[in-house]
């Protein structure tokens, strides 16, 4: 048996390595990060109890106890309710804006088309806990900017605060989240009216159609697969939506969402023991809800062919002319566009200046200082959490695009399509339907398991953060599996015949022709793992810090050192964006070129 164990560890050499033995390598890895977590917090969780104790403690039992309590008490159905409003308003809000957008751009004559297009895309580079932050303080009841404008010309002038209350209005709460959703709706709805051929709008109007007679019966039917996707891919996205929720809604008992519910059952209000398995139980439904949108949303996109509309016959776009009405539809744009980032960011630069919030007035700016700049510079906790921060947003996103990668390769190049290639694909395009909060709640009573179990000191490490803020690979799977779609087999069968093995062919061949694909993917987790929030607060509330938690605790401290910590965040992703487009990329393209 010792002879069999060492030729089995002679073939894992890695002069050695196969495509089969990657496909192990693949396997563990997808049980370690998606399968383990998930049957965990679905499983074995959901159906220990009593609800107060870690479902592996040597007290707990099997029991339905969980289920019933969420059943009986008539907080699922609650939820549930409130989290169908939230998601339906907000994705309605964000499709119609998102749709306006993307027609504007792509259908019209409008002026600074470009401008509008790159302008679209500037509010990814706030964290949603930012831009929550913002909205707080322009919907101030007292001194928010929104409401002394509404006071001052409705001519309230015998009430001193509201009339509007962020923290009682769901509306408004739908609201901010349908803004932060519109960058999505136009990637997904610019694309597919790009790829549209308009002469079918072009003969629907020569027919004598109205626009919105053209709209309704060509436009819209046409690009049925993009919207029917961008709409489920948007409801998956709101779903797991955490910072608004937590900020706006749970405040004032505006609203019960699911991912609030999940985090309130983890750390109860009145500071009680934490009810695992209440969590857990709200979790599977969670896991439900999302897995069924996102099947709807892959059966969708693989339905897009059959509505193909670019031939070989010849495409030309065409303009829809505005007249009159292009400059007020740019000015409408740049408004939205206003209210969606830059007005957040600059009421908080405004805020950052002053130890407590002043309406914005000329007579205020004496009282104008840089003390919560300076106090957050010199809190013992910040240049901690910077390094935290910058550590995993590099080791998330190298490690999630490595994986990613591998994957992507070994599923693409396989000579015969087996199940196991399928599931693979599966799992790893389906981490985009794990919502944070549960994979957070997953992660945590998982490592705590292997802790205390195992004696495997994960919990509470860097590592252990490294590992949860990295399991979301799908963008950078898709973005390199396209990559590699595009690149001819027989460069890396030339690389085999040469006696090259396959990770030195994926090393030596893959990257470098596809190197675009792998930087913008690692660019892109290297943001979204610096502005992540939600994995962080649940894993580390308070060891190992990190920016995000941070500026969570300074928010209930004073709105002046939330301000100022929120600007420097923005500020840090700001130089992060630049160096790699004006650094990396550019240095990339002289090399290609």
Not at 132 to 156: A, D, E, M, S, Y
Not at 320 to 344: E, T
């Amino acid at each position: 048996m010792a002879a069999n164990f060492g030729q089995r560890l002679a073939k894992l050499n890695p002069r050695r390595v196969s495509q089969q033995q990657l496909m192990v390598t693949i396997a563990v890895v997808l049980v370690l990060y998606f399968i383990g977590p998930l049957v965990f917090v679905t499983l074995a969780s959901t159906f220990r109890g009593p609800p107060t104790i870690l479902p592996f403690d040597p007290l707990a039992y099997w029991t339905l106890d969980n289920l019933n309590v969420i059943y009986t008490t008539g907080r699922l159905q609650s939820t549930v309710t409130d989290t169908f409003i939230f998601v339906i308003g907000s994705v309605t809000v964000s499709f119609i804006i998102g749709l306006a957008l993307a027609w504007l751009v792509e259908r019209t004559d409008m002026p600074f088309r470009n401008l509008v297009y790159v302008i679209v895309f500037l509010p990814l580079i706030m964290p949603a806990l930012v831009t929550t932050i913002g909205w707080i303080v322009l919907l101030g009841q007292r001194n928010g900017l929104v409401n002394v404008l509404i006071r001052k010309v409705l001519w309230f002038w015998d009430i001193d605060k509201g009339p509007i209350d962020p923290f009682t209005l769901f509306p408004g709460m739908i609201f901010v989240q349908g803004l932060g959703g519109t960058v999505i709706m136009f990637v997904f709805l610019s694309a597919a009216f790009r790829q549209m051929d308009s002469s079918f709008e072009e003969a629907s109007r020569a027919s004598g159609a109205t626009f919105l007679q053209t709209i309704r019966r060509i436009t819209v039917p046409i690009m049925r697969p993009s919207v029917l996707s961008v709409l489920f891919l948007g409801m998956i996205l709101t779903l797991e939506s955490f910072e608004i929720p937590l900020l706006m809604g749970s405040s004032g008992n505006v609203a019960d969402i699911l991912a609030t519910r999940v985090y309130f059952a983890l750390n109860p209000v009145t500071g009680g023991t934490p009810l695992y398995g209440e969590v857990s139980a709200y979790g599977i439904h969670f896991l439900i809800i999302t897995y069924a949108l996102f099947y709807l949303y892959a059966r969708f996109t693989r339905r897009a062919e059959r509505y193909a509309t670019v031939t070989a016959r010849g495409f030309r776009p065409s303009k829809y002319s505005l007249g009159n009405l292009k400059w007020v539809a740019f000015a409408a744009v740049i408004f939205i566009m206003f209210l969606k980032s830059i007005a957040p960011l600059l009421i908080l630069v405004w805020a950052s200046f002053f130890s407590s919030y002043r309406p914005i007035e000329i007579a205020a700016l004496e009282f104008a200082n840089l003390n919560n700049y300076r106090i957050a510079l010199d809190d013992p906790r910040f240049w901690p959490a910077v390094r935290n921060s910058l550590a995993l947003a590099l080791g998330a996103a190298t490690i999630s695009v490595s994986i990613a990668l591998v994957i992507a390769w070994t599923t693409t190049r396989a000579k015969k399509n087996t199940i196991w290639h399928t599931l693979i694909d599966l799992f790893t395009s389906s981490s985009l339907a794990i919502p944070g909060v549960v994979a957070a709640s997953a992660m945590l009573l998982f490592y705590l398991f292997l802790s205390s179990k195992f004696g495997i000191p994960l919990y509470g490490t860097m590592w252990m953060l490294v590992l949860a803020f990295s399991y979301r690979m799908t963008l950078a799977y898709r973005l390199n599996r396209a990559g590699i779609a595009q690149v001819a087999r027989e460069l890396e069968e030339s690389s085999s015949t040469s006696g090259a093995n396959a990770l030195t062919t994926l090393r030596q061949i893959v990257v470098p022709l596809i190197a675009p694909n792998v930087l913008t993917a690692w660019a892109i987790l290297f943001i979204i793992s610096f502005r992540e929030f939600t994995v962080a607060l649940f894993l580390a509330p308070s060891q190992p810090i990190t920016l995000g938690v941070l500026l969570w605790s300074y928010r209930a401290e004073s709105v002046g050192k939330a301000a100022a910590m929120s600007v420097m965040l923005a500020g840090f992703l700001l130089i992060v964006i630049v160096t790699v487009r004006f650094g990396a990329l550019k240095k990339l393209a002289r090399r290609r070129g």
